[in-house]
């Protein structure tokens, strides 16, 4: 099976690594083949290929490797939040929103979830186990739409108590 993922040029280099170890750890990690040319193409048996797909797809969305290397466990998975059609400003403020001041809300949806987020481009990205992940897509959703970072707040600890 081959997969093609599209990531940025800039984080083509960060996915090859230094002197290609980021990729080989990759390769051999998932046994498969990646060429990275304009897009990455990547060849294995099929669940293999997809893995190394969402690898691939996390450091293309701003993750660093050793974060998206936490998709290797069958427990974690990515989620994608696009704002592709919002304007330039829009995004902006948005993405000021989710990641709080000084960081803030980023840091305490993490916090309360366990997932990690990558805000990078036209995206806000998420890893975690499926719990958390469900909880920090519909905080970090609930900020896009405008909900007050207080609302959220309370919604997580809320849902972090046994």
């Given at each position: ?40 193409s ?32 069958d ?55 499926s ?32």
């Open positions: 099976m081959i997969v093609t993922v599209m990531i940025p040029e800039e984080r083509k280099s960060i996915l090859i690594g230094k002197e290609g170890s980021v990729k080989k750890l990759l390769e051999e990690k998932t046994k498969t083949k990646i060429i990275i040319e304009l897009d990455v990547i060849e294995g048996e099929s669940l293999n290929a997809l893995k190394a797909q969402q690898i691939v797809k996390a450091i293309g969305r701003g993750f660093s490797p050793e974060k998206a290397f936490m998709l290797l466990d427990d974690y998975q990515l989620n994608v939040i696009s704002l592709s059609g919002e304007s330039p400003n829009t995004i902006k403020r948005l993405f000021a929103r989710v990641i709080g001041r000084q960081g803030k809300t980023r840091r305490k949806i993490e916090q309360c979830t366990g997932a990690l987020i990558s805000v990078y481009g036209k995206t806000v990205s998420v890893i975690g186990k719990s958390g992940l469900e909880a920090a897509t519909r905080a970090i959703e609930q900020i896009l739409e405008g909900r007050s970072h207080g609302y959220v707040y309370k919604r997580l600890e809320y849902a972090k108590k046994p």
